[in-house]
């Protein structure tokens, strides 16, 4: 679980949560709703608006902002209340944040065949056919995007990311919330955010 922009290490110890905006990301169905309500639990104020209701493919709430889809349209007016909190976004949108604010994006990394799996049972949840391309070319073109949003990131003197791989995140919690809180500035409740984790919900689990 990397950091990158590691320059900007530095500037993290020294500001305060007000700072900079947290940024939760990667890709649909990576873990980011969990990660916002962990983020809940342990104390951070969210940017969100329940317009998204839970439902069978996310029972615990999908923790969005509506407004962060109109970021590739130029609607980035809300970023300047969005200090101290975080927010939602997909890996996709990453790359239309404007470089006038400071972000510390929580990156979601998770197997990509049990995203792939955890999106067709949607599909299939919401009548859509899921069968028009194959896992393996969506896997590919998954990760040629991810591919593209980590450089970009790595370019971005105003961005610091921390890589959070899922699969771990919820079968040994205790070492990653741990890091997740150093990077976010030490003052999250890591016991609470711990509680959160249900592995219950973990349900497209794969070996490969």
């Known amino acids: 679980m990397p950091l990158r922009n590691p320059f900007l290490k530095n500037r993290l110890s020294q500001g305060s949560k007000s700072n900079y905006i947290t940024v939760v990301s990667g890709l649909p169905r990576s873990g980011t709703s969990l990660m916002m309500k962990m983020l809940e639990a342990g104390g951070m104020e969210l940017l969100v608006d329940n317009v998204r209701k839970p439902d069978q493919d996310n029972p615990k709430g999908y923790y969005e902002f509506e407004r962060v889809k109109k970021l590739d349209k130029g609607d980035t007016e809300w970023l ?8 939602k976004i997909i890996a996709a949108l990453l790359l239309h944040l404007p470089n006038t604010h400071e972000y510390r994006v929580l990156f979601l990394r998770r197997n990509i065949y049990e995203i792939l799996a955890s999106q067709r049972k949607m599909l299939v949840r919401r009548g859509t056919d899921s069968d028009q391309i194959s896992d ?20 971005q003197p105003n961005i610091l990311s921390f890589d959070v791989d ?20 030490g003052k999250l409740n890591t016991g609470e955010m711990i509680k959160v984790i249900d592995p219950s919900l973990y349900r497209q689990r794969s070996s490969t």
């Open 80 to 87: 300047v209340d969005s200090y101290g909190k975080a927010v």
């Open 136 to 155: 393996e070319q969506m896997s590919q073109l998954f990760e040629k995007h991810v591919k593209i949003v980590e450089e970009w990131i790595a370019k």
């Open 166 to 185: 899922y699969n771990k995140l919820v079968d040994d919690p205790l070492p990653i919330v741990g890091q997740i809180n150093q990077f976010l500035g």
